[in-house]
């Protein structure tokens, strides 16, 4: 062939090629195919060379040689024999991620593969292909730009979260959103996360809650991830619908399920799940609480220094908010000083709640309280009944309280000896001494005032008789309100007054002659006088 002829036949060739791949344009055209993802390896995607050979002659296809403009670009297709064929796993995803990354760096071939001819929720590649008529010609490139159709191939997926995933106050208003989770699904929207749904609690009452999912507001990310095939609708969450109490229920757990679009033709959907915690945080909402409504207990005067009353105080809040302080409410006795408290912060024996198979303790805090005594009691300078009250106040913000009755009773014990006291006309006689003239003493006259008390008997136990002397001397008890006299050496029954509030302080005597005194007779008396309690 000589030159003319092979420049002719060149010429010919490269109008036809031009005629065939750009018939509608003086530029490069696009060729457009379709195909969905995951097909097998080996799939033709385009046959270039079918469609040249109805316009060439075979020698003039024989000729014709094709590469790929650039290989990594063509990632996971091949060109084989004049053919594009599927050379690695085709996922549409994979693509769609590819070809995000080049729409977001603003490359060039990304913008020219993302145009309005992609169809939607496909993911297209541009593949540049060389075309070199002759081994003297210059290459000829055109572009095929492969639709990848998606399949739901991809169930929804739930990033790692904490547990707890959110941590909300037990005062939380009704009505308040709790944001939950989200769950992404590769594939495009119709093969995307439509709902989600509880599927099982495993801690907490489910009627305190409701979910729902917050409508999708198509700005512009939302927007650009639909172009590229990536599934986002709106955010799931919880509403409170009746108020919450901690101490009734401390741990909300349960199953979010989110569900995609289905693989249509009455194929189940994909679902992806993941357990969310929601811990409810305390609120200084509960005064401590003592386990009566009173406390008593009786102690004998000489009793030892011992624990004398033991108790139970709880809090059904937690942490600061439940951490207990104990006091004496003083009182004009100075109780403070007499008794002290301990407080020993335990959790109750054999209280414990089985939900779920899993056992937590009760929730709250909880105390043992001892009251113990720290010296003697001394009847004689205390009421017979101590009352006092001890208070109870938790370290919250603000601090709560509550306080309970105590009553000590005192058993007085006789460990004191009754005491004779002697008086004459009003002035007390020491040491228990009196001189008598002997010429005005006559019978029946009154020596001394004699004053019996005894400070840890009643007056009514008290007796008192002539021990010595009794031939000389006697008793007669006289009564305090009337000043008449009772009966005989050591007095019958107490008389009070009408009054009934008054009561006297010592039983009163009156010492008398029963004869006639003679200092020549015997000039001193000793008479002993003995008390009884």
Same mark, same amino acid.
């Given at each position: 062939?000589?030159?003319?002829?092979?420049?002719?036949?060149?010429?010919?060739?490269?109008?036809?090629?031009?005629?065939?791949?750009?018939?509608?344009?003086?530029?490069?055209?696009?060729?457009?195919?379709?195909?969905?993802?995951?097909?097998?390896?080996?799939?033709?995607?385009?046959?270039?060379?079918e469609r040249l050979s109805r316009h060439l002659d075979p020698d003039q296809l024989n000729n014709l040689t094709a590469y790929a403009g650039q290989q990594d670009?063509?990632?996971?297709?091949?060109?084989?024999?004049?053919?594009?064929?599927?050379?690695?796993?085709?996922?549409?995803e994979a693509i769609c991620e590819k070809q995000r990354a080049l729409v977001l760096n603003q490359h060039h071939g990304g913008q020219q593969m993302q145009g309005e001819d992609c169809p939607i929720y496909h993911c297209c590649q541009l593949l540049h292909v060389n075309v070199v008529v002759s081994p003297t010609?210059?290459?000829?490139?055109?572009?095929?730009?492969?639709?990848?159709?998606?399949?739901?191939?991809?169930?929804?997926?739930?990033?790692?979260?904490?547990?707890?995933?959110?941590?909300?106050?037990?005062?939380?208003?009704?009505?308040e959103r709790i944001h939950l989770p989200e769950a992404f699904d590769a594939d495009s929207r119709p093969f995307g996360v439509v709902d989600y749904?509880?599927?099982?609690?495993?801690?907490?009452?489910?009627?305190?809650?409701?979910?729902?999912?917050?409508?999708?507001?198509?700005?512009?990310?939302?927007?650009?991830?639909r172009e590229i095939g990536f599934t986002k609708i709106g955010r799931p969450y919880l509403k409170v619908i009746h108020p919450l109490d901690r101490e009734t229920e401390e741990v909300y757990e349960f199953i979010l399920q989110a569900i995609d679009g289905g693989q249509g033709e009455g194929r189940m959907p994909y679902t992806g799940s993941v357990a969310v915690m929601i811990?409810?945080?305390d609120v200084n909402d509960n005064a401590p609480v003592f386990d009566e409504k009173s406390y008593s207990a009786?102690?004998?005067?000489?009793?030892?220094?011992?624990?004398?009353?033991?108790?139970?105080?709880?809090?059904?809040?937690?942490?600061?908010?439940g951490r207990l302080f104990l006091n004496i409410i003083d009182s004009p006795h100075k109780v403070s000083?007499?008794? *002290?408290?301990? %407080?020993?912060?335990?959790?109750?024996?054999? +209280?414990? &709640? /089985?939900?779920?198979?899993?056992?937590?303790?009760?929730?709250?805090?909880?105390?043992?309280?001892?009251?113990?005594?720290?010296?003697?009691?001394?009847?004689?300078?205390?009421?017979p009944v101590?009352?006092?009250?001890?208070?109870?106040?938790?370290?919250?913000?603000?601090?709560?309280?509550?306080?309970?009755?105590?009553?000590?009773?005192?058993?007085?014990?006789?460990?004191?000896?009754?005491?004779?006291?002697?008086?004459?006309?009003?002035?007390?006689?020491?040491?228990? *001494?009196?001189? %008598?003239?002997?010429?005005?003493?006559?019978? +029946?006259? &009154? /020596?001394?005032?004699?004053h019996v008390t005894d400070a840890d008997s009643s007056l009514s136990q008290l007796s008192c008789k002539i021990t010595s002397e009794g031939d000389t001397f006697r008793l007669t008890e006289v009564n305090p309100f009337t000043g008449t006299m009772e009966n005989s050496n050591y007095g019958g029954h107490l008389i009070a007054s009408s009054q009934s509030f008054l009561f006297p302080a010592y039983r009163q005597f009156t010492l008398r002659t029963k004869v006639n005194l003679d200092r020549e007779a015997k000039a001193l008396y000793v008479s002993n006088y003995r008390n009884n309690s």
């Open positions: 062939m000589d030159l003319r002829k092979y420049f002719f036949s060149f010429f010919s060739t490269f109008l036809l090629l031009s005629s065939i791949l750009y018939p509608n344009t003086h530029g490069q055209l696009i060729e457009s195919v379709s195909v969905s993802e995951n097909r097998e390896i080996g799939t033709v995607v385009y046959d270039l060379k670009l063509f990632w996971p297709f091949a060109l084989k024999d004049l053919r594009i064929i599927v050379a690695r796993p085709l996922d549409r010609s210059p290459p000829m490139a055109f572009f095929i730009r492969v639709a990848v159709q998606d399949l739901n191939d991809n169930p929804p997926i739930f990033s790692h979260i904490e547990s707890p995933f959110a941590t909300i106050p037990e005062d939380i208003p009704v009505g749904r509880i599927t099982q609690w495993m801690q907490g009452n489910a009627s305190h809650f409701q979910l729902n999912v917050i409508a999708d507001q198509e700005n512009e990310e939302v927007s650009r991830n811990r409810i945080r009786v102690i004998h005067e000489n009793t030892l220094p011992q624990r004398i009353l033991q108790f139970k105080v709880s809090d059904r809040d937690s942490g600061e908010n000083n007499l008794f *002290r408290i301990s %407080l020993q912060n335990n959790l109750p024996q054999g +209280e414990m &709640i /089985v939900k779920y198979g899993n056992s937590r303790p009760t929730p709250g805090s909880f105390y043992t309280a001892s009251l113990h005594l720290l010296e003697y009691l001394d009847a004689e300078q205390l009421p101590l009352k006092f009250y001890i208070s109870a106040s938790d370290n919250g913000q603000p601090p709560l309280s509550s306080r309970v009755e105590v009553n000590i009773d005192i058993v007085n014990v006789n460990d004191q000896a009754p005491k004779i006291e002697f008086y004459r006309e009003g002035t007390r006689l020491t040491p228990n *001494r009196l001189v %008598l003239p002997e010429v005005i003493t006559a019978p +029946e006259s &009154i /020596v001394a005032e004699v």
